[in-house]
C-alpha cells in the first residue's frame, strides 16, 4: 500500500461555530492507482486533499505514504516529502505570468533530484511549439496543460489533482482528462483527483464517494473507461 490514510478527522471553529468537516476517513491507494475522491461541495473531499499533500494538519487520524507517517516528520522532512513524492494540480493554474512556458514548467524540475526530460514533457502536452510564449498568450487548457507539465516534471510518487477541469469547457475538460490518464499509464505516477463530476469516477481505478464528511462507499472499478469514452 503507497497511502494509508486512517481514521483522519478534521474540523474547524471553536464553541458552537465549530464543524466538522471530515469525521473519521479510512482507506488506502496502491502505487500506480487512479484514484477519485467524488463528493459535493463541502463533502470534505479538498481537505482530505490537502491533508495528504502536507498542506493542512488532521486532528487526529494519520497518513502514512510508503509506511512514513505525515505527521511524525519536522518542517524540514516535510518540505523534502512534498518536494520528493508530490505534484499538485490546481483549478486555478497559478503560472508565473512573466517566465514563458518552458520556464514554468522548468520552476517544477528545479525541485527534483530526478525530473523527467522538459521537452519530452511539453511534447507529451502539445506545448512543444508554444514553448517561447507567456501564461497570457495561451488560452485556459494550455495554460492548464502548462501547470500539468509544471507537476509531472518533477517525477512525483503522487499526483493530487484538485478539480483540475473545474474552470473549463467540455472539449477541454476532455483533453486534460486524457492528458492525466497519459501521465498516469505513461509514467506509472500515482493519482488523486478530488471531483463532483460524476462522469470522471467511470476512468477511476478506485472510487472514494464522500458526503458530509464520511465515506459513503469505496468502489473498485473493474471495467474502466478512457477519458475518450466519457460523456457528461
Not at 471553529?13 to 475522491?37: D, N, Q, Y
Not at 470534505?44 to 493542512?56: E, F, Q, R, V, Y
Not at 506509472?188 to 478506485?206: L, P, Q, Y
Not at 478512457?226 to 460523456?231: G, N, R, Y
Request: aromatic share 6%; charged share 30%.
Amino acid at each position: 500500500m503507497l497511502i494509508d490514510i486512517s481514521d483522519i478527522k478534521k474540523s474547524y471553529g471553536a464553541g458552537e461555530s465549530r464543524v466538522e468537516v471530515l469525521k473519521g476517513i479510512s482507506f488506502g491507494v496502491e502505487k500506480g492507482e487512479f484514484c477519485v475522491l467524488l463528493g459535493p461541495s463541502g463533502s470534505g473531499k479538498s481537505t482530505l486533499l490537502n491533508i495528504i499533500g502536507g498542506i493542512d494538519d488532521a486532528d487526529s487520524g494519520y497518513i502514512s505514504i510508503n509506511g512514513e507517517k505525515i505527521e511524525n516528520m519536522k518542517e524540514k522532512a516535510l518540505t523534502d516529502y512534498r518536494r520528493r513524492h508530490l505534484g499538485y494540480i490546481f483549478q486555478m493554474y497559478n503560472l508565473i505570468p512573466n517566465l514563458n512556458i518552458k520556464e514554468n514548467v522548468e520552476t517544477g524540475a528545479y525541485l527534483s533530484d530526478h525530473p523527467l526530460d522538459v521537452d519530452d514533457i511539453l511534447k507529451t502536452l502539445g506545448l512543444y511549439e508554444h514553448r517561447h510564449k507567456l501564461p497570457s498568450q495561451l488560452s485556459g487548457g494550455q495554460q492548464q496543460r502548462c501547470s500539468i507539465g509544471r507537476a509531472i516534471v518533477k517525477n512525483p510518487d503522487i499526483l493530487l489533482c484538485d478539480e483540475p477541469t473545474g474552470a473549463l469547457d467540455y472539449n477541454t475538460s476532455k483533453e486534460i482528462l486524457k492528458l492525466i490518464e497519459t501521465v498516469n499509464q505513461k509514467y506509472s505516477t500515482t493519482i488523486i483527483m478530488v471531483t463532483h463530476n460524476e462522469a470522471i469516477k467511470d476512468m477511476a481505478d478506485k472510487v472514494v464517494k464522500l458526503r458530509d464528511g464520511i465515506i459513503r462507499r469505496v468502489v473498485e472499478n473493474d471495467h474502466k473507461l478512457t477519458a475518450d469514452e466519457l460523456d457528461w
